[in-house]
């Protein structure tokens, strides 16, 4: 009866083991993670090249609104 127990008490102190180890050797979510950051990267990218490439447009842009602002008072038309 005793060896039983000890056994039961051995067999599943073993399973919560391998139960622990799979834990820590499973890399779904740090493959997850990983590909988050090369798209979160790849975001980026794409954000400051479409600041380099529109550049001339975004400060047209920009100085119209300013000096729409600016002759406000005189001009309704912008």
Do not use: H
């Amino acid at each position: 009866m005793i060896n039983e127990l000890a056994l039961r008490v051995v067999v599943a102190l073993q399973s919560i083991g391998q139960a622990i180890e799979a834990k820590f050797q499973d890399e779904d979510g740090q493959t997850l993670a990983e590909y988050g950051l090369i798209m979160a990267v790849i975001a980026v990218a794409v954000v400051v090249g479409a600041g380099f490439i529109f550049r001339n447009a975004i400060v047209n842009s920009f100085k119209g609104a300013t000096n729409c602002l600016n002759n406000a008072p005189s001009s309704s038309a912008c």
